[in-house]
């Protein structure tokens, strides 16, 4: 008996958790354009198309329903250069993936025998995939942006289900001996590794069923828009065309660019503003947010040139009786301001007058691009003040951190060793004693706090023991005001 139990739970222990990774991560993509009865993202081109996914999804029904090109092709992931394969010439095109498992040297695919066979079940690691270079010169290719992986993904009873019957109606080789677990097991896989591309910065999107809308992958704080899912019109003329070169030679920018001054300007088209480190206030209805270059104390010439970023803050941050937080635009993002914006709504608790899509925004190389969503969304920018933002960052830093010292009453200098670890004691002293401290067991102050209404709490981590980190947080926004108030 006792070898029997242990025996089951070895099983039981091998048994691999079937959670879905894409939980909460996906969201439908709202602009489309459809191509033969298919709904497709609008910035998607037709030959950057890849579809894979597992076993009875349905690929091969869905290539042939947009015209795609016959006869399915395999890439091995953990091979260098796959992304040259001859697979990929052509496309739309139904392709398998060969897939790294623990204990094989050799990709395997999820119908390959030894993965179905395998006891216990294989378990991926997608550290061994190769990821597609970025593009490195301007003649270079950019592989990144030759395709777009579709992942097509029905849910596992779904395919059971179409796979028990099409092997009635005829023999297929992999539906030999099927079960739900098995399904279960490469549906598991096929989300796993969707979400470590899109992780890579390879473009990845998921689609559950052909009627239904494609859904991109956004996680927690991941707000910028995939530029596939933005019209093609509203980016730059490729190069392949003789709009790119005229741009290119010419510096002729389809863009309209706007000059901003003390005057309010309305935005009716795609506008674009340069990087000329001063800031400006955004107007949507009744709602202003104020937009500010970031640039960091002592960063080189060189780093700006590629880390030209935004911090998007509420118009009356520095003067509000309330701390209020930020968001970040970096170089190559795009994210979409409005209501359904539930990332940006939380941080700005948007107007009512603020649509649901309101208007689209791109950093490029450090230019923002603003696109209105509807003729009916009012859009306003207006430049506040015509002071340079990198002139006054230092003193507005020195002044900040200045005013930490007065209030901490110290120099600011590398303490002595004995006085350090006695200003340490004290500390825990002051912690035992912590009224908001709830008391465990035993009766001794444990590790959970329970604060009252009133007081705003200021949770600060990731300080990698850099006092610099925690002197960066603490000179943002109005913190220093609240906490000498």
Do not use: C
């Not at 980016?235 to 001054?261: E, V």
């Not at 490029?364 to 859009?379: A, E, H």
């Not at 004691?425 to 009133?454: A, F, H, I, W």
């Amino acid at each position: 008996m006792i070898n029997e139990l242990h025996f089951f739970l070895q099983i039981r222990a091998y048994q691999p958790v079937m959670e879905n990774p894409l939980s909460k991560k996906l969201f439908p993509i709202s602009e489309l354009q459809e191509i033969r009865g298919v709904k497709l993202p609008v910035g998607l081109e037709f030959l950057q198309l890849v579809v894979t996914g597992p076993p009875g999804a349905g690929k091969t029904y869905y290539i042939n329903q947009i015209g795609g090109w016959p006869n399915e092709g395999y890439i091995d992931l953990t091979r260098k250069g796959w992304w040259k394969d001859q697979s990929l010439t052509y496309r739309p095109r139904e392709i398998n993936l060969g897939l790294p498992f623990k204990g094989h040297k050799e990709a395997l695919t999820v119908f390959d025998k030894e993965w179905i066979e395998a006891s216990p079940p294989l378990q991926l690691e997608p550290n061994r995939i190769k990821i597609l270079p970025e593009k490195d010169f301007l003649f270079s290719t950019n592989w990144r942006n030759r395709y777009i992986f579709e992942f097509l993904i029905p849910p596992p009873e779904i395919i059971y289900e179409r796979r028990k019957k099409r092997h009635k109606e005829g023999y297929f080789p992999v539906d030999a001996n099927l079960s739900l677990s098995m399904v279960r097991r490469q549906v598991a896989d096929y989300r796993q590794i969707a979400l470590y591309l899109h992780r890579a910065g390879i473009s990845v999107y998921i689609r559950e069923k052909l009627e239904g809308p494609p859904m991109r992958i956004a996680e927690t704080g991941e707000v910028q828009l995939p530029h596939w899912t933005i019209p093609r019109q509203n980016r730059r003329p490729s190069l392949r065309s003789w709009a790119g070169w005229k741009w290119l030679l010419l510096k002729k920018d389809p863009n309209h660019w706007l000059t901003l001054s003390t005057d309010l300007t309305d935005i009716k088209k795609e506008s674009r503003i340069s990087h000329d480190g001063k800031g400006f206030v955004l107007i949507m209805g009744k709602q202003l947010l104020r937009f500010n270059p970031e640039i960091p104390l002592g960063a080189s010439k060189r780093y700006l040139r590629h880390n030209r970023n935004w911090l998007i803050t509420a118009a009356d941050a520095y003067s509000s009786d309330k701390i209020s937080g930020f968001a970040r635009l970096k170089a190559g993002e795009t994210v979409m301001i409005g209501a359904s914006n539930i990332e940006y709504n939380n941080i700005f608790s948007f107007h009512e007058s603020v649509r649901e899509r309101h208007l689209n925004i791109t950093n490029l190389r450090g230019d923002l691009i603003i696109t209105p969503l509807s003729r009916d969304n009012p859009i306003q920018v207006v430049r506040d003040e015509e002071i340079d933002y990198r002139e006054q960052l230092e003193n507005r830093r020195y002044n900040s951190l200045m005013t930490i010292r007065r209030l901490l009453g110290y120099p600011g200098r590398m303490m002595a060793e004995k006085q350090a670890l006695s200003l340490l004691e004290k500390t825990v002293k002051v912690l035992e004693n912590e009224v908001y401290r709830q008391l465990d067991n035993s009766g001794m102050p444990g590790g959970l706090l329970e604060l009252p209404d009133q007081p705003v709490p200021v949770i600060i981590g990731d300080l990698h023991g850099q006092i610099n980190n925690l002197l960066k947080i603490l000179s943002e926004e109005n913190l220093i005001e609240m906490i000498e108030n």
